[in-house]
């Protein structure tokens, strides 16, 4: 099956601070989505991005779709951004979600 | 608008024992998928529910079983629980055959002591 990997690991930025996560996968895609978890577990959806460029507020998703990467960059980091970050990814006519390893941040003041 | 809702939110339950998750999908959305979440890892597909049948499954062994309800509502059941089974169980729905909209519920911590 695909494999997703997310780097980096962890993640310790001061508030204010620009950060960049990236998501590698394995083989091509229908989709790709990155999510937000927090402290408490819930899975937020942050962008569906398959390709090209997307930003919401601080922030934006990039995915190079022929390359088999995603970038999620955070600008202006506020210590509520602090948790855990997902790529997933679907393939073929499959609806289930393949996550990647994920990135915890820490955001501190 | 509510969302997916989960329950319980927490359960403790002995080694052996059977345990039943429900998920209630956000309206509109006709398509549930269960996902295993253990503690430091990323969500694990366990299985996928349309049109009240099991359409995607992930590699779980029989013990983990489900339903689907002419209401788009859904269970998971797991028998002869083991200790690994301890986990976030995470509930999504979506539309489109699942492939749009996914929205996940706050989880259903389960214990197995």
């Known amino acids: 099956g695909i494999q997703v990997e997310q780097s980096p690991p962890d993640l310790i930025l001061q508030e204010g601070a620009n950060s960049t996560l990236r998501c590698n996968f394995s083989?091509?895609?229908?989709?790709l989505q990155w999510f937000h978890q927090n402290p408490w577990g819930q899975l937020i959806n942050l962008f569906y991005i398959p390709s090209g460029t997307k930003q919401n507020g601080r922030l934006s998703a990039t995915t190079v779709a022929t390359e088999r990467y995603s970038l999620l960059y955070i600008s202006s980091s506020q210590t509520t951004d602090s948790g855990v970050y997902f790529c997933?990814?679907?393939?073929?006519?499959?609806?289930?979600?393949?996550f990647g390893t994920g990135t915890r941040l820490q955001v501190t003041l | 608008d509510a969302g997916v809702t989960q329950s319980p939110t927490h359960l403790i339950k002995t080694r052996g024992q059977q345990v039943t998750l429900r998920c209630s999908p956000k309206s509109g959305h006709d398509t549930v998928s269960w996902y295993q979440q253990a503690l430091g890892q990323g969500p694990q597909f366990i299985f996928q529910y349309y049109e009240e049948e099991e359409r995607q499954r992930g590699n779980f062994p029989d013990r983990f079983s489900g339903h689907q309800f002419p209401n788009y509502s859904s269970e998971l059941n797991v028998n002869a629980l083991l200790l690994g089974d301890s986990a976030l169980y995470l509930c999504?729905?979506?539309w489109g055959r699942g492939l749009y909209g996914y929205t996940f519920g706050s989880g259903t911590r389960l214990t197995v002591v």
């Open positions: 083989d091509s895609v229908n989709n």
């Open positions: 997933a990814v679907n393939t073929g006519t499959a609806s289930k979600l393949t």
């Open positions: 999504a729905s979506s």
